[in-house]
């Protein structure tokens, strides 16, 4: 059972940045690890992913060109937010996988998750 602890969140104005961490307790089996927001009301959304032993990336059309997913360590993973939106409000969710011929963009197909850590962006 691999254990992910996000941390980062908070409350920021609208074109602001924030960086979120995501530390896992093991990377060893994890072929892709990635985030998720979800806000109230709304269903999960993908964030984006990376592959973690080659570190090619994936983005959720509403976040590509602000958002990036890096690699700080093997066992430590950044997503840094740019240009943040009021739209961009929500928990967001460190995932991880060991199935390698999964859809990136589904939930369900990340068994790994963190406790989440919230977002919030203000016009």
């Known amino acids: 059972q691999v254990q992910l602890v996000e941390s980062g969140g908070g409350l920021v104005q609208a074109g602001g940045s924030l960086r979120l961490s995501c530390v896992a307790s093991?990377?060893?089996?994890?072929?892709?690890m990635g985030w998720f927001r979800q806000a109230p009301g709304k269903e999960r959304e993908f964030v984006g992913a990376?592959?973690?032993?080659?570190?090619?990336t994936y983005y959720g059309d509403s976040v590509k060109g602000r958002f990036t997913i890096s690699k700080e360590t093997e066992n430590t993973m950044y997503l840094q937010m740019n240009n943040l939106k009021p739209d961009d409000t929500a928990v967001y969710y460190c995932?991880?996988?060991?199935?390698?011929?999964?859809?990136?963009?589904?939930?369900?197909?990340?068994?790994?998750w963190g406790q989440g850590t919230q977002v919030t962006v203000s016009s």
């Open positions: 995932v991880g996988t060991p199935i390698w011929g999964v859809s990136v963009h589904s939930a369900t197909d990340y068994p790994y």
């Open positions: 093991d990377t060893f089996s994890l072929y892709y």
């Open positions: 990376m592959r973690w032993s080659l570190g090619n």
